[in-house]
């Protein structure tokens, strides 16, 4: 059995940036196991599978693992998929519509080859300083600033005064893993034309430093757009590869813009 396969780096407009996602179309759901597997073999921090529907609302149904786990949400394998679909599968509509654990999930191309998830937003709560975990300091790793605000919705936030601060962080994994959450955002303001920046660490599911999280700026978005006055705008993930996101705020939804090439096409033998 061989299934088709494709490696896609999203957010980005150039191959070795952004974020690198897998993604195997289907004809019909494989085992959840087997699934796992295939993601665990690519070791990438996402890989994606979609099978038709028919009748339906949605085009597809869209599930995604990492090596170690399937996961409820994830904006760059959703996009390296619409892109897939787009550039390599002839796909014709303007739209895609995806079924998945997070509800329905919609891509659309603009003209200049942008492609935007409309995603679910997801606001974080803040924490009171009684609440925030002693480990957090020391997951954050050796020097680390200290957090300005500590927020929570699927992962945890840690806010910080100053972009360079979440560049120097070192953050220490086996402590990350002790927070309870799937995932650390740190973020913080931007400048130059960049609202705001942010990294993501989640080895909790086998990610120990996200490129760029689609899936983060669910929470990054509306924390932002409140905080900044804007319904529109602009950041940067500040990993080694780096990416680029064109954001907006739209009441209980958020889109979230990116590019994104195809890297490599192949099949997996079963």
Not at 152 to 174: M, N, Q
Not at 232 to 250: H, I
Request: proline share 8%; net charge negative; aromatic share 10%.
């Amino acid at each position: 059995m061989t299934i088709p396969i494709y490696q896609v780096d999203a957010f980005a407009r150039r191959p070795f940036t952004g974020n690198p996602a897998a993604v195997c179309p289907l004809d019909a759901w494989l085992p959840d196991a087997t699934m796992q597997l295939i993601a665990a073999e690519n070791n990438l921090a996402e890989t994606a599978f979609f099978v038709p529907l028919q009748g339906q609302e949605a085009d597809f149904h869209l599930r995604w693992f990492t090596p170690t786990f399937e996961i409820d949400l994830c904006g760059h394998a959703t996009l390296a998929s619409a892109h897939v679909l787009w550039n390599e599968r002839g796909f014709a509509k303007p739209e895609i519509v995806f079924q998945s654990k997070s509800g329905l999930l919609k891509v659309r191309r603009e003209a200049d080859g942008r492609l935007i998830l409309d995603f679910p937003s997801r606001p974080p709560r803040p924490l009171a300083l009684a609440e925030h975990p002693e480990v957090l300091q020391r997951a954050l790793g050796p020097g680390a600033a200290t957090p300005i605000a500590v927020l929570a919705s699927r992962d945890l936030v840690a806010e910080f005064a100053h972009a360079d601060e979440v560049l120097a962080l070192r953050p220490d994994f086996a402590a990350l893993v002790d927070l309870g959450y799937i995932g650390l955002i740190a973020t913080a303001p931007g400048s130059g034309g960049v609202d705001f920046v942010s990294r993501f660490f989640a080895p909790e599911v086998g990610v120990p430093e996200d490129p760029v999280t689609g899936s983060a700026h669910s929470t990054l978005i509306p924390f932002w757009a409140a905080k900044l006055g804007k319904t529109d705008l602009f950041a940067r993930q500040e990993s080694a590869r780096g990416g680029e996101l064109w954001c907006r705020l739209r009441g209980d939804r958020v889109d979230i813009g990116g590019y994104a090439v195809t890297f490599l096409r192949g099949e997996v033998q079963l």
